[in-house]
C-alpha cells in the first residue's frame, strides 16, 4: 500500500472532510458509550439536547464558544503559514494578565484614566502581551530553525507557572479570603450582556467580527496572499519575492495577539479576574477547531459552536444517563484525528503495491 498525492483535491471532498470525520468520530465514540452501559442514542440525543436544546443551552453554548472562536482563529492564521502555534493556552493567560494589570488597577495605585480610553488600552495590551509570547518562537525557528512546535508548548508551562506566582503575589486579590485569584477588574470596564438574564456578552460580536476580519485579510489583502504563499512552500515563496521572515513575524503577531484577546474577553465578559483554572484548555482546543473548519476563518465560527455544544450538553448527558463527561473530551480529541486523516485522504489516494 502507498500513498499516491492527487493532482487536485476535490471541493465537495473538502467540504465532505471535516462532517465525515465528526460521522466518524460519533460512531467510534458509541463504544464507549456502550461500554458505559449507556443506550447510545438517548445519550447523543441528550448531547445535543444540553448543547442546543432550548434557549438556556444555546446561551451555555455560545458564551463557551467566544474563547475557543478566538484561539481556533490564532490557530488558523499560524497553521495557514506553517507556523505550528501550540501556545495559545499560554498566550490566553498573557492576555488575560495583561487585561487585569491596565483595568484592574484603576482606582488602585494608578491608572485614573476614563473607562473609554482604559478599554482600548485594556484591550491592546492583552493583544500585545499575546503576540510577544509567539514572537520569540516565530524568530526562533526563521532564525535558527528552532522547532516551534516544542518551544510554544514549553512556553505555556513557563506562562502557567508565572500566573501562578503572580496570583499568590503582587496581583493576589487581598479580599478573596486567600484564594488565588487575581484583582477584579472595574466593573465600567466589563463587558455588557448580549442576552438578558443569560451569560452570552458581547464577546460573541468580537470573536464573529474578528473572524470576518482574518478572513478578509486572507482573501483580499497582500499580507493574506503571502500568508498562504509562504504557508504553501516558503522557499518557492522566497524565490517569488514574498518577504518570508516579514510574514512570519507579522502571523506571530497577529495570531498571539488573537489568542491574548480571548483571555482579555474572557475576563472581561465572564470572570471579571483571572484564576489557574480560568481556561480548561481553550488553548488547546483551538487547534482542534482550526482543523474541523479547515483553516477558514468563518469556519471557525461553526467549528467553535459545535464544539462547544458538545462541551456544554456533556454535562446534561452525565447527569442524565450516568456517562463520564470525559466522552466529551474524547470526541473533541478523536475528533482531531479523524480529520487529519480525512484531510490527509484528500490530498492522496490510496495505491495497492504490486
Given at each position: 500500500m502507498r500513498l499516491e498525492r492527487r493532482h487536485q483535491a476535490s471541493r465537495t471532498a473538502l467540504v465532505l472532510a471535516p462532517i465525515g470525520?465528526?460521522?466518524?468520530?460519533?460512531?467510534?465514540?458509541?463504544?464507549?458509550?456502550?461500554?458505559?452501559?449507556?443506550?447510545?442514542?438517548?445519550?447523543?440525543?441528550?448531547?445535543?439536547?444540553?448543547?442546543?436544546?432550548?434557549?438556556f443551552a444555546w446561551s451555555e453554548t455560545l458564551t463557551r464558544a467566544i474563547p475557543l472562536i478566538l484561539t481556533g482563529l490564532a490557530a488558523?492564521?499560524?497553521?495557514?503559514?506553517?507556523?505550528?502555534?501550540?501556545?495559545?493556552?499560554?498566550?490566553?493567560?498573557?492576555?488575560?494578565?495583561?487585561?487585569?494589570?491596565?483595568?484592574?488597577?484603576?482606582?488602585?495605585?494608578?491608572?485614573?484614566?476614563?473607562?473609554?480610553?482604559?478599554?482600548?488600552?485594556?484591550?491592546?495590551?492583552?493583544?500585545?502581551?499575546?503576540?510577544?509570547?509567539?514572537?520569540?518562537?516565530?524568530l526562533m525557528k526563521n532564525r535558527l530553525g528552532v522547532d516551534e512546535v516544542v518551544t510554544t508548548l514549553l512556553i505555556n508551562f513557563i506562562v502557567l507557572l508565572g500566573v501562578s506566582a503572580l496570583l499568590d503575589g503582587p496581583m493576589k486579590d487581598p479580599t478573596a479570603m486567600g484564594w488565588p485569584q487575581s484583582v477584579s477588574l472595574q466593573s465600567d470596564l466589563e463587558l455588557g450582556k448580549l442576552i438578558a438574564q443569560t451569560r452570552v456578552h458581547t464577546?460573541?460580536?468580537?470573536?464573529?467580527?474578528?473572524?470576518?476580519?482574518?478572513?478578509?485579510?486572507?482573501?483580499?489583502?497582500?499580507?493574506?496572499?503571502?500568508?498562504?504563499?509562504?504557508?504553501?512552500?516558503?522557499r518557492a515563496a522566497a524565490f517569488a519575492g514574498v518577504p518570508v521572515t516579514r510574514t512570519v513575524v507579522s502571523v506571530a503577531l497577529l495570531s498571539g495577539a488573537l489568542a491574548g484577546l480571548a483571555g482579555a474577553i474572557e475576563v472581561a465578559?465572564?470572570?471579571?479576574?483571572?484564576?489557574?483554572?480560568?481556561?480548561?484548555?481553550?488553548?488547546?482546543?483551538g487547534i482542534v477547531i482550526a482543523m474541523l473548519a479547515g483553516l477558514h476563518p468563518l469556519g471557525v465560527i461553526a467549528a467553535g459552536v459545535f464544539v462547544a455544544g458538545v462541551l456544554v450538553g456533556a454535562d446534561t448527558m452525565s447527569r442524565a444517563v450516568g456517562v463520564p463527561t470525559y466522552i466529551a473530551d474524547v470526541i473533541v480529541a478523536a475528533s482531531l484525528i479523524a480529520v487529519l486523516v480525512a484531510t490527509l485522504l484528500t490530498q492522496y489516494r490510496v495505491r495497492r503495491s504490486r
Open positions: 470525520a465528526v460521522a466518524f468520530t460519533l460512531a467510534i465514540s458509541a463504544l464507549l458509550v456502550l461500554w458505559a452501559g449507556a443506550p447510545v442514542g438517548r445519550t447523543y440525543a441528550l448531547l445535543l439536547q444540553g448543547g442546543f436544546g432550548s434557549v488558523t492564521v499560524a497553521f495557514k503559514a506553517r507556523l505550528f502555534n501550540i501556545g495559545a493556552e499560554g498566550q490566553l493567560y498573557a492576555g488575560a494578565l495583561a487585561a487585569v494589570a491596565v483595568g484592574g488597577m484603576h482606582g488602585g495605585t494608578g491608572f485614573e484614566l476614563s473607562p473609554w480610553l482604559l478599554f482600548p488600552l485594556m484591550m491592546l495590551a492583552a493583544a500585545v502581551a499575546g503576540a510577544l509570547m509567539l514572537l520569540g518562537p516565530a464577546g460573541l460580536l468580537w470573536a464573529v467580527s474578528l473572524a470576518v476580519m482574518v478572513w478578509a485579510v486572507f482573501k483580499y489583502t497582500v499580507l493574506g496572499f503571502d500568508i498562504r504563499a509562504v504557508g504553501a512552500n516558503a465578559g465572564r470572570t471579571s479576574y483571572v484564576t489557574l483554572d480560568m481556561s480548561p484548555g481553550y488553548g488547546y482546543t
